[in-house]
């Protein structure tokens, strides 16, 4: 059976394909893969753009795997820890928090991913103090290439712990994954259209004093819509009596930036006409972006979070220096107008905090995250290879589940961590049980 990936541009043709009911169902498949001499990649949502789940082994999806095992409090520190089947995806997690009057503390764009997939490769959303999904982690469950289960935390098995929290796979497949979680809060989501310049110029004050502040750039245009969104107790409306008024209605009409943006109808007629008349695409950004208009509401926080992308695209997404932002997309803005490339998709601007993640994006350093989208249906070769030697000159380190080219030469000059993961993922698995082309090139296996 062929599998393909969400964006349509992965697919492969696993030797067998299995969906294990159980822990011990999970052990046994990978202890049956292993006997039968196949390699062996768990699969979640496959929503990545790379062939990161990609196997002609044994391709295992954890779908089943998706059960609520344990809510506790940390002993130490009294925070709730929430112990899920690894192959449950984020909107039931979301879902279950909320029931328990809990949320994740920060999420990316959309809840479809499973909770090991998006961990797995670095998945994060924005705000200058609230790192990745991966930053959450509290311990973990890992099959190793023999069918047993270790559990792994930061005071156990400390470094098997780091290099499966966030390592593709690579040491083995997740089992079970214990989160951090936090008391449920709203936000209060301001989205207003913006000169880009005016960004630039306030940027430093956007990131530092808005909770998760993030900006979408519209190619050939100098416009932005940029997202505030401000953290504020559960079921308690911040500002005015619209936001107040719009958080009903918000489950019904989602985001401004959902429906009329970037997932609705209007947008994938645009990215059609761009498609048909490349040259109409500067004047359907422009229009796009001027057509915007402010918007407020208050909302649960995985409600403002999450939006649905139902018009289809293919990603690069570079972490670079938050100092180095604005000269990437100036860059960018320059090649786009020099080379008229059909681009009419948004470029989306996002923030991180450092973190001690060993393969996270944002490892000690401030961080800034670029992604470029392009419509499936369009050609992206030219546009990514043109943005990624642009982030790339400006340090750049690719996400784990986008597209790049980068190989484990460039990514060992990139993370201070990363012969540490390389011997945690050697002593986790010496014989490549869990390695696929993809982890080959970017680990070096
Ligand atoms: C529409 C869309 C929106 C997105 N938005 C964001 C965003 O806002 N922020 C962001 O950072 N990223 C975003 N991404 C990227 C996405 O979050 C990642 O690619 C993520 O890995 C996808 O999760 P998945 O469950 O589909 O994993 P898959 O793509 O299926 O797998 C990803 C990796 O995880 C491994 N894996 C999966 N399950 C297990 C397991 N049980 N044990 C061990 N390894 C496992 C796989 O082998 C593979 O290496 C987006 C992608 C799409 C398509």
Redesign the pocket.
């Known amino acids: 059976m062929i599998w393909t990936?969400?964006?349509r541009n992965v697919s492969a043709e696993p030797a067998r394909q299995e969906q294990p009911a159980s822990e011990e169902e999970l052990s046994d498949a990978v202890r049956r893969a292993v006997k039968d001499g196949h390699t062996v990649?768990?699969?979640?949502?496959?929503?990545?753009?790379m062939p990161?789940?990609a196997t002609d082994g044994v391709q295992l999806n954890?779908d089943h795997l998706d059960a609520l095992h344990r809510v506790e409090r940390d002993p130490d520190t009294g925070h709730a820890l929430v112990t899920v089947g690894?192959?449950m995806r984020l909107h039931q997690l979301n879902r279950i928090l909320a029931e328990r009057g809990l949320a994740m503390q920060n999420l990316?764009?959309?809840d479809r991913?499973?909770v090991?997939?998006?961990i797995?490769?670095?998945?994060?959303?924005t705000g200058a103090r609230f790192g990745?999904l991966a930053t959450r982690v509290r311990a973990l469950t890992v099959v190793g290439p023999d069918g047993d289960v270790v559990r792994a935390a930061p005071t156990e098995r400390h470094d098997l712990f780091e290099a499966s929290r966030l390592g593709?796979?690579a040491t083995g497949?997740?089992s079970t994954v214990t989160v951090e979680a936090v008391p449920a809060f709203d936000l209060y989501a301001v989205e207003e259209p913006w000169p880009l310049d005016r960004v630039f110029e306030e940027l430093d004050d956007l990131v530092a004093g808005n909770d998760h502040f993030e900006f979408y750039w519209f190619p050939a245009t100098r416009r932005a819509l940029t997202l505030r969104n401000t953290r504020v107790d559960a079921g308690v409306s911040a500002g005015s009596g619209l936001a107040h008024g719009m958080r009903k209605a918000v489950g019904a009409c989602r985001s401004f930036l959902d429906e009329e943006v970037l997932s609705n109808a209007l947008f994938g007629t645009v990215n059609r006409i761009a498609t048909l008349v490349p040259a109409a695409t500067p004047t359907l950004n422009a229009i796009s972006a001027r057509a915007l208009s402010a918007r407020r509401y208050t909302a649960p926080s995985h409600h403002v979070f999450c939006t649905h992308?139902r018009v289809r695209f293919r990603?690069m997404e570079y972490a670079v220096p938050r100092a180095a932002v604005v000269g990437v997309l100036n860059q960018l803005d320059a090649w786009q107008r020099a080379t008229g490339e059909n681009v009419p998709f948004p470029v989306e601007v996002r923030f991180a905090p450092a973190d001690d993640v060993w393969l996270s994006t944002a490892y000690g350093r401030d961080t800034a995250y670029v992604a470029v989208h392009q419509y499936w249906r369009l050609p992206y070769a030219r546009y990514f290879d043109a943005a990624e030697q642009i982030f790339t000159a400006a340090g750049g380190r690719p996400?784990w589940?986008?597209m790049h080219t980068r190989d484990a030469d460039y990514l060992a000059g990139q993370y201070r961590r990363f012969e540490d993961f390389r011997r945690a993922r050697e002593a986790a698995d010496p014989q490549g049980v869990f390695a696929n082309p993809y982890t080959e090139r970017v680990f070096a296996i």
Do not use: M, P
């Open positions: 990936n969400w964006a990649r768990a699969v979640g949502a496959g929503h990545s753009f990161a789940a954890l690894a192959g990316g764009d959309i991913q499973s090991a997939g998006a797995s490769t670095g998945t994060h959303g990745g593709l796979g497949v997740l992308r990603e996400h589940g986008k």
